[in-house]
């Protein structure tokens, strides 16, 4: 089993700034099988970033994904405060399919 | 457009046999590609993935759960079934389903429901 290690575990940062998100895996992900989701309180996750750097639809161009191998990074760009979320990464390169335990970004 | 929604008991008791309903929209578990899956969340904690059963009737478990899990569909309701047997207190969670496509990541969830397991 795949698993994957995200840090830092919260990131406090203010409007505008860039935030980093990293998600580390314990062997590598096949074919960069590697998937970032949003998740707000009381709602489900929602995907982001699919095939380590590809957006979902309707994204908006500040989030990007990028990385291969066993390292991989979500960046927001300019933090809006509607982006104050967990962000979860999953690999789906081998099964069982594994999440992350989550980055807190909470805006100042 | 694609639409799931998860059914159930909100409380069940430890030992008993949970049994939860996705009813979705918008797609068929027919089509070549398609997956619907199962992932849960204890409350504050991380997702956990489950199950995910294939258009094909192919079907994959969390090894650690594999013995207590089965996935099944019901294509003319447009409805997948979870059953988890022996539930315990650290079963307590959000119970997700989510469909696939093509790849095994979730791009439309439900909105997740609480089940809770106390005696």
Redesign the interface.
């Known amino acids: 089993?795949i698993v994957l290690t995200q840090s830092p575990g919260t990131l406090s940062l203010s409007p505008g700034e860039r935030a980093t998100l990293s998600c580390r895996a314990s062997q590598s992900v096949s074919s960069s099988?590697l998937?970032w989701?949003q998740q707000k309180p009381g709602q489900?996750?929602?995907?982001l970033i699919?095939?380590a750097s590809s957006r979902?639809?309707g994204i908006p161009d500040r989030f990007s994904g990028s990385g291969s191998g066993t390292d991989f990074t979500l960046t927001i760009s300019r933090l809006e405060p509607e982006d104050c979320a967990v962000y979860?990464c999953?690999q789906?390169g081998s099964?069982?399919?594994?999440?992350?335990?989550?980055t807190k970004v909470e805006i100042k | 457009q694609i639409t799931l929604k998860e059914s159930g008991p909100t409380l069940v008791k430890p030992t008993q046999t949970l049994t939860l309903t996705c009813s979705f929209s918008g797609f068929s578990l027919s089509t070549s590609g398609v997956g619907v899956g199962w992932i849960r969340q204890p409350p504050g904690k991380a997702l956990e993935w489950l199950a995910l059963i294939y258009w094909d009737d192919d079907k994959r478990y969390s090894p650690s759960l594999k013995s207590r899990l089965t996935i099944t569909q019901d294509t003319s309701k447009n409805q997948v079934v979870l059953t988890m047997t022996n539930m315990d207190p650290v079963d307590t969670a959000t119970y997700y389903c989510a469909h696939r496509l093509d790849w095994n990541f979730f791009d439309y969830w439900g909105q997740g429901t609480l089940v809770t397991v106390s005696s």
Not at chain 1, 44 to 47: E, H, T
């Open positions: 089993e099988y998937a989701y489900a996750p929602r995907l699919y095939g979902a639809t979860y999953q789906y099964s069982p399919w594994t999440f992350g335990q989550g």
